[in-house]
Nanobody, 127 residues
Framework: QVQLVESGGGLVQPGGSLRLSCTAS????????IAWFRQAPGSEREGVSC????????RYTNSVRGRFTISRDNAKNTVYLQMNSLRPEDTAVYYCAATRRSLIASQCMVESEYDYWGRGSQVTVSS
C-alpha cells in the first residue's frame, strides 16, 4: 500500500510559478498511474493532469494545458506538477492520487478510479 504526501504549495502572484511534489512511501510509484486533482472553495474536485506509469503517457485538462507539466522522478519516488503562468482561478487545494490499475485515457482524470490519496496542498494565486 502506498502513502502519498504533497508539498510545495503556497501563495504566489498571478503569472508566477510553483512546483508541487507528491512523494510516495511504502511502494514504488513506477508501478502506479498517478494524477493530480484540485478542489476550489465551493466547487467539486476536478482532474488536472495524469501520468500513466507503464508508458509515461500524460494528459491535461484544457484549462492548464501548456502551463502545467506533470513528471516523475523514479529515484526520488516522487511525481511533480510544475505550474507556470498561474492564474487566480488556479487557486485550490491540490491532491495527488494513485492506482495500481492501468487506466485508459478516458479514465485517467476520473476521481473514482484512484485508490490512494494524499491530504492536499493549498495553492493560492493572488496579488
Amino acid at each position: 500500500q502506498v502513502q502519498l504526501v504533497e508539498s510545495g504549495g503556497g501563495l504566489v502572484q498571478p503569472g508566477g510559478s510553483l512546483r508541487l511534489s507528491c512523494t510516495a512511501s511504502g511502494s514504488t510509484l513506477a508501478n502506479y498511474d498517478i494524477a493530480w486533482f484540485r478542489q476550489a472553495p465551493g466547487s467539486e474536485r476536478e482532474g488536472v493532469s495524469c501520468f500513466r506509469g507503464r508508458d509515461r503517457n500524460t494528459r491535461y485538462t484544457n484549462s492548464v494545458r501548456g502551463r502545467f507539466t506533470i513528471s516523475r522522478d523514479n529515484a526520488k519516488n516522487t511525481v511533480y506538477l510544475q505550474m507556470n503562468s498561474l492564474r487566480p482561478e488556479d487557486t485550490a487545494v491540490y491532491y495527488c492520487a494513485a492506482t495500481r490499475r492501468s487506466l485508459i485515457a478516458s479514465q485517467c482524470m476520473v476521481e473514482s478510479e484512484y485508490d490512494y490519496w494524499g491530504r492536499g496542498s493549498q495553492v493560492t494565486v493572488s496579488s
